[in-house]
């Protein structure tokens, strides 16, 4: 089984997007802004994020660009390798991570990494990475000056930059190996990396997407702590985009009422009566794309979806749903002794669900 859809274009309410804090272009270093910020520099601003790694399992990134789809002009750093040493993992830049900011109009900013301490708890293994600033700066720069679109520019800085950028990258980790003494991956797979980039930009697409078809299908039978379901019905959702680009995602929950076919994205937590902010809005980002798809076929048969974003935990009881009565929010509010703060932000919730056409669940598992 496999579910398949497109979108076409964006359409999505943004209601829960942190405040951002403004850094000054002329004060500007990314290894000391926060994760989100607004970029001031005279009278133009840049809704800015960064990744802390190209893999978005490893984080929060969603929750990091989320933050600024309400600005015009968005920009995000991510960086192409991210080698922790021997001891750790090295993950690398993938396509569809590219072309989903494409979608979003998000410029992405391909950095690097120049500098890193040891980890003192591992023998061969880095922390406290560090972007190089100048090189970020530049593309900044270089942003303010370009008048196309963020999906031109992303695709611009793949066919001409990218592997320019791999190469800095081999030289800066050879540089950390040696001030730092410890050992890192083998530069072997980096060169493998460059060479299937110089050869043809189309072959690294490939290769990131057979990856990421690999990714999804090991997670088909794994069930997350923070993904606690009801029922065990996870399964492959392949989008396409009008770029021909894919995303390879991973359904929590799949089940079909009056002839629709829900898309839940679980989020669970044992210890609080919410998943974390984090969690909700990598959740939310998920929804923005279940809320735009079209042409969606499970097993080759059209069918039409709705996504469902289902926040469970441990603490709470009773349950929420997006189409119950105010009264009955009120008395779950009650029932649960919620404060002030979460119920607000609950409130919320449910206007960005009812506002962008996706249900919204809210409570205890249901066993």
């Known amino acids: 089984m496999g579910i398949e859809g497109q979108i076409t274009g964006i359409k999505y309410d943004i209601l829960l997007a942190d405040t951002l804090k403004q850094v000054s272009l002329n004060k500007f270093n990314i290894n000391k802004t926060p994760a989100y910020f607004i970029l001031k520099d005279r009278n133009n601003s840049y809704a800015m994020s960064k990744w802390v790694s190209p893999k978005r399992t490893r984080s ?4 990091r660009v989320y933050n600024t789809l309400n600005s015009p002009k968005k920009i995000t750093i991510i960086p192409i390798i991210k080698d922790e040493g021997v001891d750790g993992d090295r993950d690398y830049l993938q ?3 590219i072309s989903l900011m494409s979608l979003l109009d998000v410029f992405v900013i391909f950095g690097y990494y120049d500098e890193a301490i040891k980890n003192q708890r591992y023998k061969n293994k ?3 990475f560090k972007f190089n600033n100048k090189y970020i700066l530049s593309k900044i720069k270089e942003i303010k000056q370009y008048h196309s679109s ?7 800085e793949l066919n001409t930059n990218f592997s320019r950028i791999v190469e800095k990258v081999q030289k800066s980790y050879a540089k950390i190996e040696t001030q730092t003494g410890v050992i890192l991956h083998n530069q ?3 060169d493998k990396f460059l060479q299937k980039i110089r050869n043809d930009v189309s072959v690294f697409m490939d290769f990131s997407r057979e990856k990421a078809e690999k990714a999804q299908s090991r997670e088909i039978s794994t069930v997350q702590p923070k993904e606690k379901l009801s029922t065990a019905t996870k399964e492959k959702l392949t989008i396409v985009n009008y770029l021909g680009g894919q995303y390879f995602f991973t359904v ?3 089940c079909f009422y009056n002839n629709t076919l829900l898309l839940t994205e679980s989020k669970h937590t044992k210890h609080s009566l919410l998943p974390s902010k984090g969690d909700i809005k990598d959740g939310l980002l998920k929804m923005i794309l279940y809320s735009n798809l079209t042409n ?3 097993n080759g048969i059209k069918t039409q979806s709705k996504g469902v974003l289902s926040l469970t935990s441990s603490l709470l009881q009773g349950q929420l749903i997006s189409n119950h009565k105010i009264h009955e929010r009120v008395k779950f509010f009650l029932q649960n002794n919620l404060s002030p703060e979460i119920s607000v932000f609950i409130d919320t919730l449910f206007k960005e669900a009812d506002t962008n056409n996706f249900i919204l669940k809210i409570g205890q598992l249901n066993d």
């Open 95 to 97: 396509w569809d991570n």
């Open 150 to 156: 963020a999906l031109h520019w992303n695709l611009n």
């Open 126 to 128: 880095i922390t406290d």
């Open 252 to 254: 929590d929950e799949i």
């Open 188 to 190: 072997l797979g980096i």
């Open 296 to 298: 969606v076929k499970i």
């Open 60 to 63: 929060y990134p969603y929750e």
